[in-house]
């Protein structure tokens, strides 16, 4: 059997930085991960990114510098996961190289319309300087082409997901926990589904960082010493978004500093971390009130991303979830801080052999399509 060797870059919403993988794929696209490993954003580049969330003066430029500033760290991912596998460039058939969003735009989807209105996605990376860096062909810009069709663009995972964490005979959920927080939904005949929750890290990172000046919560340990408050629980629950039926995505678009201090604002002066402890709920039951709502055949919940390693988080999806088994993706062989390069690597496979990688079942969109731009080397 010949094999493919692929390269998965994820920075994601929670904007720590860098995860890289290198992995082996086989011709029918069965993926085993051979390398990870991660590089951190220094403060003041974490700083810059969290500004071009919103609009400021002169950020064209600042945008582009960012991007400029991606691709280095990218190529430095790269290089390190070559130097462990012992591989060369030419080795590696490409990166899928997913970019920083900083924006994420897409107009609601209204399966009324045969022409729905297209909104809009940013994810800033330099794929040109990227391919210049490391001499290996770039895919990026993977979700443009859904939101031209009149999808969400978001998410993207859930068809890697059925492939790695599907179980053939039964309802499995698979729930990422990054910045954000997304569901797949995985059907036992090969149905998916699969949306944005809601808030994941985001929001108890930008609180721990705040008051502790620690990046996140490690265990979720100063959550768990605090005690939630129900009526800041109630308010950030009532968010019109949560209550809508997929397919929908978000990101810091909506849930940001400024969401938060407006419901801080009706119930002011609560202990730091009991505010924590509360974000941490919101989070939990969010995720939870999706699985009840869209997949109650469920038995298992599988949680990936920097959530899964939040063990107070961990906790409260379980109590969340009676009869539901919630367990880190680990146990299915693949670590959580893995699976979303990994699932850049696949959808870079699918990519550069022009097949559809997109779910319409997921984001709405008119149809199938294959997803992302090519940079050669």
Not at 3 to 27: E, K, N, Q, W
Not at 40 to 57: I, K
Not at 213 to 224: N, Q, S, V
Not at 268 to 292: M, S, W, Y
Request: a negative charge; proline letters at 5%; glycine letters at 10%.
């Amino acid at each position: 059997m010949s094999f493919h060797y692929f390269i998965g870059l994820m920075s994601g919403t929670s904007l720590d930085g860098v995860d890289g993988v290198l992995a082996r794929l086989t011709p029918q696209g069965a993926i085993q991960v051979q390398a990870h490993t991660f590089t951190g954003f220094a403060a003041d580049f974490r700083s810059q990114l969290l500004d071009l969330n919103q609009s400021g003066p002169d950020e064209l430029h600042r945008a582009a510098l960012a991007g400029n500033q991606i691709a280095r760290h990218y190529a430095q991912v790269v290089q390190t996961l070559l130097t462990q596998t012992g591989l060369a460039a030419a080795d590696i058939e490409a990166i899928g190289a997913h970019g920083q969003t900083v924006r994420h735009r897409p107009l609601e989807f209204d399966g009324r319309a045969t022409q729905p209105a297209v909104g809009y996605t940013l994810q800033l990376i330099n794929p040109s300087l990227l391919a210049e860096l490391t001499g290996i062909d770039v895919v990026a810009d993977f979700r443009s082409r859904d939101l031209a069709a009149g999808g969400q663009g978001a998410p993207l995972v859930p068809a890697f997901h059925q492939g790695v964490f599907g179980l053939g005979d039964a309802c499995a959920a698979v729930l990422n926990v990054g910045g954000i927080s997304n569901l797949s939904v995985l059907q036992p005949d090969g149905g998916v589904l699969g949306w944005d929750c809601g808030p994941g890290n985001a929001l108890m990172d930008f609180w721990c960082l705040t008051h502790t000046g620690l990046a996140f919560d490690r265990d979720g340990a100063w959550a768990a010493s605090g005690a939630v408050h129900e009526g800041l629980l109630a308010s950030l629950m009532a968010e019109s978004y949560l209550h809508k039926a997929p397919p929908k995505s978000t990101g810091r678009d909506l849930f940001n500093p400024d969401w938060l201090a407006q419901h801080l604002a009706l119930h002011p002066h609560l202990p730091h971390a009991d505010v924590q402890a509360t974000l941490t709920e919101f989070t939990a039951q969010a995720c939870a009130n999706d699985v009840k709502s869209f997949a109650p055949e469920a038995r298992s919940l599988i949680v990936c991303g920097g959530g899964a390693l939040n063990g107070h988080l961990m906790h409260r999806l379980n109590q969340q979830l009676p009869g539901v088994q919630v367990r880190s993706s680990e146990v299915r062989g693949l670590p959580p801080l893995q699976v979303e390069a990994a699932a850049f690597a696949w959808l870079a496979f699918k990519t550069m052999r022009r097949e559809t990688a997109s779910l319409p079942s997921v984001t709405g969109a008119r149809g199938a399509r294959v997803l992302g731009a090519i940079y050669p080397r």
